[in-house]
Structures are given as structure tokens and as C-alpha cells.
């Protein structure tokens, strides 16, 4: 028996949303018919070359799909996906997953509730898993990450370590099965108020303890002079150096990593790759998504640690 085609939905019409709307339109067994934006003629632009309708009422829009992917600004994550989870739809949700606590966890039990999955869009976990770093059999001793980027006016709403940070945050989560029992860090805001309403943390380093003794070093900044992504991962073993950008990495343990990764399609496209780990999941195809609703809230209780610790 064929199974239906799923009908997919993106709300927010913004970058991220034409990123996942034609992940939609290029993915097997499903199809993107709506995009919702508050800005009905920006969800038009978007919509309508892709063969999607627009809408600006949200019940209207979720009326006329299967499954959702939020891809709003951050600070309007939760309140989009809540409407899609009490409505029965399973959602995808850009990072970071909310900007609270409460919300996070206000979404996590909406999906538990409705019995629909909730996943987050953290896809540098596709890229470790695609290295086969998360199938090494020991727990990392350290971890150091690097994650800066240069000035721009995206992403403002939130700060850098709820914009950039929260990547490597959930990286050092996925590796350490302890939880963090300490965190320390400075930061510096260098943004005007011209720039945003609410000036933010731009630049943060942060070191997090965890129980069993693993340490996680975050570095982020969004005023750099250049981009840089890069991590070492610390073993009893050896280590495991990333350069994201150049996809490249040095590995001295005795596990073997894949090192052609960029070479297989999880490697290519990690946005398609989480997307479509998404869809399997609501098919009853694979039992989770990539990144989980609950993994997604403990990134954030974390960030936001971090950030209280930094001054933010």
C-alpha cells in the first residue's frame, strides 16, 4: 500500500523558511502546499513560485497540512509551534527551540499531549553523525569549540549564544551523558540600539562543568573579523579536531571516523538530511527525529545558563 504524501508547511517566509520550503519542494513523499507569514504578500513571494498557497491566518494554514517547520524569528518560535502541536500537527522547529524555560517545556509536553513528535533543527548534529562521532565508545575528557561569525543584522532578537552557541551547546550534550553542574563565562555586548531593540550579548566564552568531570569551552562570537567553526573534542585516547568550514578533521584516537563524509548525503545537505530524519519519523519510519523536543530544551537550559553567567 502506498502511503499518502505528506503535505508540508513552513511558517515565517523569511531566509530560513525558503531554506526549508524548498527542502520540502526537492524531498521525496511529501509536498509543500502553505506558507504562513504575518506579511502576506512576503508569504506570496515565497509561496507561489514554489506551487504553495499563502496565508496570513494561521488556523486557515494549519487547516491545510500534515506537518509544520517553524522558521520564525527566534523569539516567536514557541507561540507558532504551540499552535501547531495543539492542533495535532507534528513540528520541526528551527533553533533555538524558544528563548524560555517555560516555553520549552510548555512545548514538549503540547507534543507528548497530542502524541505528535516535535524535533529541532540543531543539523550540525547530522555532521557528527555523518563523521561517526557519536558512535565513538568512550566519554570525552574536554571539549573546546570556536563558533564566530561576522557582523550582520539577522538574527538580533537573540544572542550570540542563543544564535550561534547553542550548536556547540548541543553538540557537547549529545557526547557527554552527564549533566553540567557549573558554568562560568564573560561577554561583551557591542551592539547599538540602532541595531537592535534590545541589545544582546555579541561575544561570549563560557566553560561548563559537568558531573562526571567532562568540561565544554564555548567561544562565540557574531562581530568577528572573519567566520571560524572549529572544535576539538578531547578523549582518553586521543583527539578529535573539526574545522566546519573547510569540513576537514584530524582524528588521533584509535576509532575510526568516515572520512569521506562530505561525500554522502547526510555530509552534502545536513538541512535535508534533519528535515527528512523529521519526515521518517512522522511515517513510523525511524523512531525519533535527529534532534528531539526534549534534547532541543536541555540545549536551551544550558544556553541560557551560559548567558546568565556571561552578564547577558
Known sequence: MTQAILKAGVV???????????????LPGVDLVAVFDIDLARAKALAEPLGATAHDDMAAFL????????????????????AALKAGKPVYCEKPLAVTPQDADALVAAAMKAGVFL??????????????????????????????GTPSDRNLDVSVVLDLMIHDIDLA???????????EGEGAITRSESLAHSPSLDWVKT???????????FDASRVAEARERTMKVVYPSGEVEIDFLARTFRN?????????????PAGKDPLGASV?????????ESPRPVVTGEEAARALDLALAVEQAAGG
Not at 276 to 284: D, N, S
Open 12 to 26: 515565517g517566509a523569511g531566509v530560513f523558511g525558503g531554506y526549508h520550503a524548498k527542502k520540502y519542494v526537492e
Open 63 to 82: 487547516a491545510a497540512v500534515d506537518v509544520v517547520t517553524v522558521a520564525t524569528p527566534a523569539v516567536h518560535h514557541a507561540r507558532a509551534a504551540l
Open 119 to 148: 524535533a529541532c533543527g540543531h543539523q550540525e548534529r547530522v555532521v557528527f553523525q555523518a563523521m561517526g562521532l557519536l558512535d565513538i565508545p568512550e566519554q570525552p575528557l574536554r571539549l573546546e569549540a570556536v563558533r564566530r
Open 173 to 183: 550534550l549529545a557526547l557527554c551523558a552527564a549533566d553540567p553542574i557549573a558554568v
Open 207 to 217: 566553560e561548563a562543568t559537568f558531573a562526571n568531570g567532562f568540561t565544554a569551552v
Open 252 to 264: 588521533t584516537t584509535p576509532f575510526p571516523l568516515i572520512e569521506d563524509f562530505t561525500d554522502t
Open 276 to 284: 527528512a530524519g523529521f519526515l521518517a519519523a512522522v511515517r513510523g
